[in-house]
């Protein structure tokens, strides 16, 4: 066999077929794409409305569907923040599979499309899907997945170009009868070719210049998108609102009332609002213009009204209430419990005067963005704090805490009495109708448990020797507190000063000096509610119904 003849068997090696370099910048070309996709969707979402985001109508439906184990561990685990952990996780999903969608756009372009596709209908499924969810929707998904699509045969094409004839390899056309000057430059200008696309088949510096476009395309939509999403945004309108004074106002503090102004590490009495808790299943908050706000009730009343936002503040039966909210998923020893001052109408009036049926023995309330909360009417009626709530520590509610109103029952867990951003309240039955968290399997009945805390020593803190302080709060709402002790190591319980008592639904500081000498501690609390019941040390996690036992730490002092 010739020289000649061996040519062309040389240029079907995996050097022409498989270039150098070519699947890591497939991989490449897959994140940029999603970038792509990701971008022009917020930027649809700008027009849409911000829950419309792909990431975001993801984001819920995996709150929606995963199980209650790992909801709580989420919880535990991260927070205040377990709705960025979310955000955080689903973006590396999707860059994972954008690498593999590169990957595979690399061997078969409509599979490549097919992979971008099935991203944008997950999208637009988990937007529409949504309880509070529509067609419009979907625009944003459906618009990120063309735009990642095409984004995609344009960073795939330059590493899929057909391999050139490499030098040596004998011309395509016959070189019969030709001179041999020619064939020598023939060959020399396909080595040049080569040279340039600096690899078969593959032409980096297009790939590059596309990848540049790609991704300022997607720095620029996306931020572009995030900025036309502040037009939702109802910070100024809720600045302008004004709380009305109260008819009923909260029982004044007496002197001394706060033991943090003396206890270094002690919880205040009062949680500033930026500092207070947060579970909710909103990834994004709901934003309602005071002016487009109604409140309408129905189901089991004689007379069915809605309100707006105005009929509700004008009211001249304001109340303003100092109330301790818990949250069912915190943990023994957890601060996933507030303290604020609350200012909103009776909600057992409310009911009343549209006549609520006696057949009705569930509120079910529905936030704006399709959350259900059920609560207990008998509560609802009969615990005298309860209120339909419109302001929080002197100024209107947060938008993240409820904006433009929120109900509240002292005395239950958030997850059957805190509906925030509510606009319906529904008289049914439980009977009638499972809401969000009983069709997860949590109790209808959630009474919060009687509860203490230590604040300070941390635990495992190591701290100097000599007389410091124990402190920390206890809650038992609607009943109030009446002792807190202490033990030490398996000493005697010893009783703990308290705050002063200002109201039933408010926790209560407590302090217990004691003298350290070097060595190592434990200390344990537990609290007496007014009606005589002790802290029960039998631990139980907080599903279904919220935690309880003795918290327990180890310190230690040298």
Not at 464 to 470: K, L, N, Q, T, Y
Request: charged share 20%.
């Amino acid at each position: 066999m010739t020289t000649t003849e061996q040519a062309p068997a040389s240029a079907t090696g995996p050097d022409v077929a498989a270039p150098r370099g070519r699947r890591p910048l497939a991989a490449v070309a897959g994140l940029l794409s999603a970038g792509v996709a990701l971008g022009i969707a917020e930027l649809a979402a700008g027009l849409v409305g911000p829950a419309s985001s792909p990431v975001v109508a993801v984001g819920d439906t995996v709150i929606t569907l995963v199980p209650e184990p790992v909801k709580q561990f989420a919880i535990a685990t991260f927070g205040a923040n377990d709705k960025t952990a979310l955000v955080v996780g689903t973006l590396v999903l999707v860059a994972l599979y954008a690498v593999l969608v590169g990957l595979v756009a690399l061997r078969s372009r409509r599979l490549g499309v097919a992979g971008t596709a099935l991203f944008g209908l997950i999208g637009a499924l988990a937007a529409v899907t949504r309880p509070a969810g529509g067609l419009p929707d979907a625009l944003p998904s459906v618009v990120g997945a063309l735009a990642g699509t095409l984004a995609l045969l344009q960073l795939v094409r330059p590493l899929t170009l057909p391999a050139p004839a490499p030098a040596g390899a004998p011309p395509a056309v016959d070189d019969a009868g030709r001179h041999a000057d020619e064939v020598v430059l023939d060959r020399l200008r396909g080595a040049l070719a080569m040279a340039d696309r600096k690899g078969s088949g593959m032409d980096r510096r297009r790939f590059f210049l596309t990848g540049g476009i790609a991704l300022g395309a997607a720095a620029a939509t996306g931020g572009g998108g995030r900025l036309l999403q502040r037009r939702f945004d109802v910070s100024a309108a809720r600045g302008d609102l004004a709380l009305p004074a109260p008819a009923s106002p909260a029982a004044a503090l007496p002197p001394g009332a706060d033991l943090a102004e003396q206890v270094e590490g002690l919880t205040p009495l009062f949680t500033p609002n930026r500092d207070f808790y947060r579970v909710d299943t909103a990834i994004t908050v709901p934003q309602i213009r005071p002016a487009e706000y109604t409140l309408t009730l129905r189901g089991m009343f004689d007379s069915p009204r809605t309100y707006t936002l105005a009929d509700l503040v004008d009211r001249d039966d304001v109340i303003e209430r100092d109330i301790t909210l818990t949250c069912v998923s915190n943990e023994v020893g957890g601060t996933l419990a507030s303290t604020a001052r609350w200012t909103g109408i009776p909600l057992g009036a409310l009911l009343r005067e549209n006549g609520i049926q006696s057949r009705s023995d569930q509120l079910v309330c529905r936030s704006q963005d399709g959350m259900t909360i059920g609560a207990s009417t008998r509560a609802a009626l009969e615990v005298e704090d309860a209120m339909v709530a419109f302001g929080q520590n002197g100024e209107p509610l947060p938008v993240e805490h409820g904006f433009p109103v929120r109900m509240l029952i002292p005395g239950l867990y958030g997850y059957v009495s805190a509906c925030k951003w509510m606009t319906e309240i529904e008289a049914s039955t439980y009977d009638a109708f499972d809401v969000y968290w009983t069709a997860r399997d949590w109790a209808r009945q959630a009474p919060v448990k009687l509860f203490s805390r230590i604040d300070t020593p941390a635990p495992l803190r190591r701290f100097p020797a000599g007389r410091r302080p124990i402190a920390g709060v206890a809650w038992a709402q609607t009943r109030g507190i009446a002792r807190v002790e202490v033990r030490v190591d398996e000493e005697e319980w010893q009783e703990a000063q308290l705050s002063p008592r200002v109201d039933a639904d408010l926790w209560r500081q407590w302090v217990l000096p004691f003298d350290f000498a070097p060595g190592s501690y434990q200390l344990t609390v537990r609290a007496t509610a007014a009606d005589g019941e002790v802290q029960t040390g039998e631990r139980a996690a907080p599903f279904p119904d919220g935690a309880s036992g003795l918290q327990s730490i180890r310190v230690i002092a040298t």
